[in-house]
């Protein structure tokens, strides 16, 4: 099994000599049996190691053995470098180093039938407090409040949605409301949905962007995902009841609440009426 990775340089996404017509990267794309961390650090000189780019990497495929799999498919496509650079150099069309890792992404995906993401590995104080918290879900009531005193840097997001992925699997709890003052608090968690395996099953359905979002968990139930569901506190209280009505229709016992401290206003008291509201 081998590890796939993608790096480059700064100023290599607006590079002048690139032959082709449109836009394009400049990208290395490699392989490692060991962690791609440290086989792109060994590669180019010693002082170049600080210099790269991480595009993407893609641990552990299975369906692709070697790297010069992928690579037949760029040359195929008449992206590979012809100059200079050695033989695992390719302009991957985009714009942006952004734009070059979806390209690559969506290649690999289709190669090994699957998106390939990382796994996650809790650090040990991780571990112990989610242990933890699900002793105490299983030692309380049928609906388990559970504060959890959390260090800055402890890495709450990750811990959260492993958290949400144990209760779904032990008590079937399918919707992960994530309530807040200010809704930018949410956007760790939609970039760990992407970076992390453990959270390919799990999908956002945010009612600020989707017209129907009621229709929206059922289609996401349908296809076997778990939901989270960012949900504003702020603003009328009367309006607000209006406009989240549609989750009072929701069973709340598939409900799993995680409310972070840290978000000032959570839990203020015309807050706990909203979120009461939600779960009468």
């Known amino acids: 099994m081998i590890s796939l990775y993608a790096y480059s340089y700064p100023g290599y996404d607006n590079l002048r000599e690139c032959p082709l017509k449109g836009d394009y990267v400049l990208v290395k794309f490699g392989d490692t049996t060991r962690t791609t961390e440290q086989r792109m650090s060994e590669q180019g000189g010693a002082a170049e190691a600080f210099a790269k780019i991480t595009v993407g990497t893609w641990p552990g495929c299975n369906k692709i053995k070697r790297d010069f799999e992928v690579h037949h498919v760029l040359k195929e496509r008449g992206l590979d470098h012809k100059e200079g650079a050695g033989t695992e150099w390719f302009w991957i069309p985009g714009k942006t180093f952004s734009d070059a890792y979806e390209y690559l992404d969506q290649l690999v995906t289709e190669m090994e039938g699957h998106v390939v993401r990382k796994k996650v590995v809790l650090r040990s104080l991780q571990q112990k407090a989610l242990d933890e918290t699900m002793a105490a879900i299983e030692n309380g009531d049928d609906a388990a ?3 959890a005193n959390l260090c800055p840097r402890f890495g ?3 811990w959260a949605l492993m958290l949400f992925k144990k209760i779904s699997e032990v008590y079937g709890n399918r919707i992960m409301l994530l309530p807040a003052y200010w809704l930018s608090v949410h956007s760790s968690f939609e970039g760990e949905l992407e970076e992390f395996d453990d959270f390919q099953h799990m999908t956002i ?9 009621d229709a929206a968990v059922d289609a996401a139930w349908a296809e076997g995902q778990d939901v989270i569901i960012p949900i504003s506190l702020h603003g009328d209280i009367s309006e607000w009841k209006r406009n989240n009505k549609w989750l009072r229709d929701i069973d709340s016992d598939t409900f799993f609440m995680f409310a972070d401290e840290g978000d000032f206003g959570t839990h203020a008291d015309k807050q706990i009426e909203k979120l009461d509201y939600i779960l009468q």
């Open 145 to 147: 409040t559970v504060i």
């Open 156 to 158: 709450k997001t990750i």
């Open 205 to 213: 359905v945010d009612p600020r962007k989707i017209a129907d979002p």
